[in-house]
């Protein structure tokens, strides 16, 4: 365990489904981030929270819509995803958003299969 | 733009031999750099980090190498091993991290 736990670890959900995707984090940090990994490409960045504020959001389609209660607990909220969502979405923390890195802390991700 | 890649896809290696994956980064404002594995089924884990005023730095089997005129990052593992069959990712940042695509090593007994 690293530390960010994320529930659930698999889903298979239809385009017209709602659901949840739950992190959590016991380090203490500040800054809480969603990633998506799709095959063959880079770690997408899709959402930063510094101390539960939003402090980017890169262009993610609003089918994707995050929430952050506290600086331990991070959701996304989907709805109405394309098949082309299907990904492995990674949850990471740090200690704080800028300045000085510690590197970030992944979860081990959601593996998400849109049918 | 920013941006950080590398320069092999795939890496095999024999058990027992060293290993070296390359990365190359763009951004010379960068000042912290780090090397993830991601094994599969998981989230990438922190391997090793070096900021810009060092240009080695070395952990339990593991080295890394920062050329900052040119711009390369490489991480060193020494006696690869099965274990170490993995995804690895190399990392810079100066306000937040840009992640490489990733070189997949392969250890062949």
């Known amino acids: 365990e690293t530390g960010v736990t994320q529930t659930p670890r698999h889903l298979v959900m239809g385009m017209t489904n709602k659901k949840s995707l739950k992190c959590e984090q016991h380090?203490?940090?500040?800054?809480m981030y969603w990633y998506k990994q799709s095959a063959k490409k880079p770690l997408e960045l899709m959402f930063v929270?510094?101390?539960?504020?939003?402090?980017e959001n890169n262009s993610v389609p609003s089918r994707f819509s995050p929430e952050c209660p506290n600086s331990s607990h991070l959701f996304l909220h989907l709805h109405t995803l394309q098949p082309e969502d299907s990904a492995l979405y990674l949850c990471?923390?740090?200690?704080?958003?800028?300045?000085?890195?510690?590197?970030?802390?992944f979860g081990s991700g959601t593996r998400l299969t849109v049918v | 733009g920013e941006s950080v890649g590398l320069h092999l896809p795939t890496l095999s290696v024999q058990e027992g031999d060293n290993s070296i994956i390359n990365c190359a980064y763009s951004n010379s404002a960068s000042d912290y750099f780090i090397w993830y594995k991601q094994e599969s089924g998981k989230g990438p884990q922190f391997i090793i980090d070096i900021r810009s005023n060092m240009d080695k730095r070395q952990g339990q089997r593991v080295t890394v190498l920062l050329n900052k005129t040119v711009k390369h990052l490489s991480l060193q593992i020494a006696a690869t091993q099965p274990g170490d069959s993995a995804v690895y990712f190399c990392?810079?940042?100066?306000?937040?991290?840009?992640f490489g695509a990733g070189t997949r090593l392969a250890v062949h007994p």
């Open positions: 380090l203490g940090h500040n800054a």
């Open positions: 990471a923390s740090s200690p704080t958003e800028t300045g000085e890195h510690y590197g970030y802390t």
């Open positions: 929270y510094s101390l539960e504020e939003r402090v």
């Open positions: 990392a810079e940042g100066y306000n937040k991290l840009i």
